[in-house]
């Protein structure tokens, strides 16, 4: 007998919904394999374990639903620092106002012209930590992902890259539907800084490839837009060699549905991976859930995982976040926090973190909280003279700062506190 | 001046009587000491006067220069010339002393009117009032009394008065958990604002700081109510007989 399954289906609703991929020569026989991955797993489903808390209905929704354009009166994210700008307008790249892709240490192709090649180093890497970062937790929609986009970047560090690579995503049409893929390799000893801004479209799905050799470094830090509508899934999929680092933050301020998956392997000895994200959320229509799973797989690894959420009017935040330690991961130290600050009874934090430990030599340690702003502290504020809703700005504010200070760029850091700033003072009545 | 007329406040959560009629009043320039036991309403009045949420006050009034404090949020009161210097003063993570100060200071001075203090005044009067309570600049860049020391913590209270400029101070059990160096610092820190006109009310257990403190009047607070005012000799009293004598008497 048949099994009836509605994972089935959706998959095949979902595959059925984008151009079938041909044409990518060395990468045609990973995205026919990906489809047939997609297959295998079926659609993300609520029934699904890591989509308990997150309904992943509007993201295997066919078609997506519309978002309405958000007039955004700041000015552009990074916009203050020397940067190689690179926009993409619904998930398509848009030369006309990006930068020459060339720098110092750096090469810079786009997806698709990678993809006319007949042979190219990317090939190890596309779709391959994707494929890895499927076991033991499934993320079907990166495998969709790997499977259509032939829009993103492919990028080669060779040495220190003095610009940070700066991606503008915008979103223009109210009913796009973006996939967006960049494989990025750092080489031994390079280093670059990654920079996404924007909502990209109404519906974005966005995968990145990590690769970072020995001695390497990559920081991130992204930021996903305001636009009230969009619905966004992100996936970061890392993998550090020896003595390596990498560094990833996301800002997430308004947007109907966001979920951020990062996955990340520590591969070669006393590497350092850092996670973290700050949150604002404010009614019922923002969800929020960043999903962490960080394989520890060689000795004397370091991770944090930093997480902050202020949520207000029914707004929903998630948290599931994993360290898993593998037995040969001898002295691990592995530390995870997430925290929602409640600014009202009406909103929800959810968190699961989870350790998963076969070394006998490691430190690991994790927590969550949930609460309120503190009356004690709000009444030593006030009674200095600081007005009720200005002395919470400082505290929401000082709450999201332990996550924000994990960006080490202090220009970013400033950057990104200064927006939440924003955010806050908009809201005070 | 600070008048206190009659103050009676119940505790919010239970249904439980702290202060039944309190009556006090302290001159432009006086300094005004309350002695008393543990749990008689010292402090209970040093919080319904700053504004703090659990109380309710079920008659009498309190004013400073006319001004009704009791109808004020915590701010203005503040705004309106009255400061606290907690007895346990809160750690506040993620806010800089120097932020948290510049903010109160400009947050005050807009409440009233005035222009905000530049960046540069701001520091210039920052660094100076901090070098005469020995306050380094590493204190004031950390996160407002994070990690500070008892005395350090005592010291920044007195930094945030010595920079708001209040009318009328209160001050909460300020030399609880204080080593007698530390006490004398924040005594000098205190005599130091004391100009003719701002005025101060001193909560204390003990009459050593007192000594440090000149006060013109002590005031001897029980279940609630003023029971015995006097001068500074009534301080050394208490410090010789304990309160046993004195709440025989006037029972």
Redesign the interface.
Known sequence: MAVPSIKLDTAETLIAAYPTPTGAKWADATRKNALARLREMGAPNKRDEYWKYTDPSALTAVPAATAALFENDERPMFDAIDRLRVVFVDGVYDPAQSDDLSGENVVIETLSDAFSKDIHWAKDLFGALETDGQNPVQRPLATLNTAVADQGLVIHATGKVNRPIAIRYVHSSQSSDAMVHHVIKVEEGADITFLESGPGAARFNSVVEVDIADNGGFHHVRTQGRDHERKTVTHMFARLGRESTFKSFTMTVNGVLTRNDTVIELTGDDAHATVGGASAGDGKGFHHDDTVFITHDAVNCESRQVFKKVLRNGATGVFQGKILVKADAQKTDGYQISQGLMLDDDSNFLAKPELEIYADDVACSHGSTVGAIDDDTLFYLTSRGIPRSQAQDMLVLAFLGEAIEEIEDEALAADILDRMDAWMKRRQG | MLEIKNLQVDLEEEEKTILKGVDLTIGEGEVHAIMGPNGSGKSTTSYVL????GYEVTGGSATLYGEDLLEM???E???AGL??A?QY??E????GNM??LR???N??RK?RGEEELSAGDFLKLVREKAKALKIDADMLKR?VNVGFSGGEKKRNEIL?MAM?EPKMCVLDETDSGLDVDAMKLVAEGVNALRDGKRSFLVITHYQRLLDHIKPDVVHIMADGKIVKSGGPELALEVENNGYADILAEVA
């Open positions: 700053s504004g703090k949420d949020e915590p701010e009161r503040a705004a400061f606290l907690f003063p809160v506040i993570p993620g806010v932020t948290f903010t109160a200071v947050a005050q409440a996160p945030q708001l």
